[in-house]
C-alpha cells in the first residue's frame, strides 16, 4: 500500500491533505494512490451542493456542518474553486464563513483550484472526495458553481445532489437549459426571508413535471441561513433520499451506470498525459504551429505517438 495511503488509514490528516495535493498535480503516484485509497473506502454519505454565484451554498455547508457534528458525525468539504476570475473572492469568503469549523478535529475543508491539471478539474474532485471517503469521514459535502459540464461531472460521483436557489434570482431557466435541473435530487430554495418563494416553487414544479419521471417527487427545502433555518428539514430530506437510495435497488443502478464511464474517463486520461509528455518533448511541435492545418497536424502526431511515444 502507498505510504501516504497507509497513513490516511491511520487518519492521519496530513496525509490526506498531501494524498489531495498529488491528485490534484497529476502526480505519477496517482493511480496507485487512488486504488489504495478505494480498497479502504468506506461508503460515506456523499452530497453535492450545487447552483449559482452567490446563492448561498457555503453558508448553508457551515450550518449543515453544525447540525451534522451535533450528531456526533464527522464532515468533510469539499469546495471547488470556481475558474471564474469573478469568483476570486470566494475561498477567502468561505474561509470566513466556515472558520469556527477550522479548528475541529472532526471537519475537513478543502478547496480545489486545479487549473491545468491535465486529468481536469472534476477528475481531481472527484479523486478528493474518494481520498476523504478512505479517510473515514461520515458525510462527505461537494460544493461546486453549478454552470458548466466540469460541475455536471463533478455530480456524477455523489449520492445526493442538492441544487440551491434563490427567489426572483431569474437564474432558473438558466439551470434548467444547462440540464442541471435533471440531476437533482432535491431542492433547496434559500434566502427564503425574501420575496418571490411561491412563484419560485410553482416554477419548480412545473419544470419538475417536465424534466423527471412522475414516480419520485423531487422534494423542495425551503431555508434562511442567516437564521439557521429550514436546516433540520434539509439534513432529514438528505438523510432520506440517501435511505432510498440504499433501500431501493436506485443507488447501484447509478453507481454501475457511472461506473464503465469513469473506467473510461481514468483510461482517457491515461492516454492523454502520455501523448501530452510526448509531445510537449518534440522540439518540432513547439515551431511553426500557427498558419498549418491543425487538424492534419493531430493527425499526424497522434500517429507518431502511436508509432514512437509508446
Ligand atoms: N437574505 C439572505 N441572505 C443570505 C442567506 N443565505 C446566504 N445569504 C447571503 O448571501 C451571500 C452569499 O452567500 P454564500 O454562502 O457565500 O453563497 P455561495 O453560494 O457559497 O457563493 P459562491 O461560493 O461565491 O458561489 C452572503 O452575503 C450571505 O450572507 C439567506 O438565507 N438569506
Ligand atoms: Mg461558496
Redesign the pocket.
Same mark, same amino acid.
Given at each position: 500500500m502507498h505510504q501516504l495511503v497507509e497513513r490516511i488509514q491511520e487518519q492521519d490528516i496530513r496525509a490526506l491533505a498531501r494524498a489531495i495535493t498529488l491528485v490534484e498535480n497529476d502526480h505519477e503516484d496517482k493511480l496507485q494512490i487512488m486504488q489504495d485509497a478505494y480498497r479502504i473506502r468506506k461508503n460515506g454519505m456523499y452530497i453535492g451542493l450545487t *447552483?449559482?454565484? *452567490?446563492? *448561498?451554498?457555503?453558508?448553508?455547508v457551515n450550518r449543515l456542518i453544525s447540525h451534522i457534528r451535533k450528531e456526533g458525525k464527522t464532515v468533510a468539504v469539499i469546495a471547488v474553486d470556481?475558474t471564474s476570475p469573478f469568483?476570486g473572492g470566494?475561498l477567502l *469568503? #468561505?474561509r470566513v464563513?466556515m472558520n469556527e469549523h477550522f479548528i475541529d478535529d472532526g471537519v475537513f475543508i478543502r478547496s480545489m483550484a486545479t487549473r491545468g491539471s491535465l486529468g481536469g478539474l472534476a477528475r481531481a474532485t472527484k479523486d478528493a472526495l474518494r481520498l476523504c471517503d478512505a479517510f473515514g469521514f461520515d458525510v462527505i459535502i461537494v460544493?461546486t458553481?453549478g454552470v458548466g459540464q466540469s460541475e455536471l461531472d463533478i455530480m456524477k460521483i455523489v449520492d445526493t445532489t442538492a441544487l440551491?436557489l434563490t427567489p426572483n434570482s431569474g437564474d432558473v431557466l438558466q439551470i434548467f437549459k444547462a440540464g442541471i435541473m435533471e440531476i437533482a435530487d432535491l431542492f433547496i430554495i434559500?434566502?427564503? #426571508?425574501?420575496p418571490g418563494v411561491g412563484k419560485l416553487r410553482a416554477l419548480l414544479r412545473e419544470l419538475v413535471h417536465i424534466t423527471k419521471s412522475a414516480e419520485h417527487q423531487t422534494p423542495i427545502v425551503k431555508?434562511?441561513?442567516?437564521?439557521n433555518q429550514g436546516i433540520d428539514t434539509l439534513w432529514e430530506k438528505l438523510q432520506e433520499h440517501h435511505d432510498y437510495l440504499y433501500r431501493t435497488t436506485e443507488g447501484e443502478k447509478r453507481r454501475e451506470e457511472r461506473h464503465q464511464l469513469e473506467v473510461l474517463e481514468l483510461i482517457r486520461d491515461e492516454i492523454w498525459r502520455d501523448v501530452y509528455q510526448f509531445v510537449q518533448i518534440q522540439p518540432e511541435f513547439n515551431r511553426k504551429l500557427v498558419n498549418s492545418d491543425p487538424y492534419k497536424q493531430a493527425v499526424d502526431w497522434y500517429y507518431k505517438w502511436k508509432k514512437e511515444g509508446r
Amino acid at each position: 500500500m502507498h505510504q501516504l495511503v497507509e497513513r490516511i488509514q491511520e487518519q492521519d490528516i496530513r496525509a490526506l491533505a498531501r494524498a489531495i495535493t498529488l491528485v490534484e498535480n497529476d502526480h505519477e503516484d496517482k493511480l496507485q494512490i487512488m486504488q489504495d485509497a478505494y480498497r479502504i473506502r468506506k461508503n460515506g454519505m456523499y452530497i453535492g451542493l450545487t *447552483g449559482s454565484p *452567490g446563492a *448561498g451554498k457555503s453558508s448553508l455547508v457551515n450550518r449543515l456542518i453544525s447540525h451534522i457534528r451535533k450528531e456526533g458525525k464527522t464532515v468533510a468539504v469539499i469546495a471547488v474553486d470556481p475558474t471564474s476570475p469573478f469568483s476570486g473572492g470566494a475561498l477567502l *469568503g #468561505d474561509r470566513v464563513r466556515m472558520n469556527e469549523h477550522f479548528i475541529d478535529d472532526g471537519v475537513f475543508i478543502r478547496s480545489m483550484a486545479t487549473r491545468g491539471s491535465l486529468g481536469g478539474l472534476a477528475r481531481a474532485t472527484k479523486d478528493a472526495l474518494r481520498l476523504c471517503d478512505a479517510f473515514g469521514f461520515d458525510v462527505i459535502i461537494v460544493e461546486t458553481v453549478g454552470v458548466g459540464q466540469s460541475e455536471l461531472d463533478i455530480m456524477k460521483i455523489v449520492d445526493t445532489t442538492a441544487l440551491v436557489l434563490t427567489p426572483n434570482s431569474g437564474d432558473v431557466l438558466q439551470i434548467f437549459k444547462a440540464g442541471i435541473m435533471e440531476i437533482a435530487d432535491l431542492f433547496i430554495i434559500n434566502k427564503a #426571508d425574501l420575496p418571490g418563494v411561491g412563484k419560485l416553487r410553482a416554477l419548480l414544479r412545473e419544470l419538475v413535471h417536465i424534466t423527471k419521471s412522475a414516480e419520485h417527487q423531487t422534494p423542495i427545502v425551503k431555508t434562511i441561513t442567516t437564521e439557521n433555518q429550514g436546516i433540520d428539514t434539509l439534513w432529514e430530506k438528505l438523510q432520506e433520499h440517501h435511505d432510498y437510495l440504499y433501500r431501493t435497488t436506485e443507488g447501484e443502478k447509478r453507481r454501475e451506470e457511472r461506473h464503465q464511464l469513469e473506467v473510461l474517463e481514468l483510461i482517457r486520461d491515461e492516454i492523454w498525459r502520455d501523448v501530452y509528455q510526448f509531445v510537449q518533448i518534440q522540439p518540432e511541435f513547439n515551431r511553426k504551429l500557427v498558419n498549418s492545418d491543425p487538424y492534419k497536424q493531430a493527425v499526424d502526431w497522434y500517429y507518431k505517438w502511436k508509432k514512437e511515444g509508446r
